[in-house]
């Protein structure tokens, strides 16, 4: 028979056809055929799994900490150009006031722009009431 012609194998009955037949199906297994077997199964997949586990939880973090910094750094660009835009804005306005020499239009401007709430009440003014104004503030 066919488990006769294995070595080490010490069955007494014929085998079940179509099963095969492990060469110490009969024995218990030793330690270190358990141990070897153990280290072949998968600690190493395991630590390199866990490894990898490891790096992405950094590499998200790391993700996040560039992301909020991004976010941050998008928030002032967009803060600077709404500021900009308003300088721009203003300087129109005061370009467009009749009376206003060059000299007081630089001047009335660069008092109006220390402060956001002049330049809101400056946008408020009525056409005729922003030559008065200008004149006070100047």
Do not use: W
Request: charged fraction near 30%; aromatic fraction near 4%; hydrophobic fraction near 40%.
């Amino acid at each position: 028979m066919l488990h006769e012609k294995i070595p080490g194998c010490d069955l007494k009955e014929p085998p079940t056809p179509g099963v095969p037949v492990a060469p110490s199906a009969s024995a218990a297994p030793s330690a270190s055929y358990i141990e070897r077997n153990k280290r072949k199964r998968g600690s190493k997949s395991e630590e390199v799994i866990d490894i990898v586990v490891e790096s992405m939880r950094d590499m998200k973090g790391a993700y996040q900490e560039h992301t909020a910094v991004l976010v941050d750094m998008v928030s002032c660009f967009k803060h600077e150009k709404e500021g900009a835009e308003r300088r721009m804005k203003l300087m129109a306005l005061l370009r467009d006031v009749p009376g206003l020499s060059g000299d007081d239009r630089m001047k009335a401007g660069l008092s109006i722009l220390r402060d956001n709430s002049v330049i809101d009440m400056v946008f408020q003014l009525q056409p005729g009431e922003l030559l008065p104004f200008l004149k006070k503030l100047l």
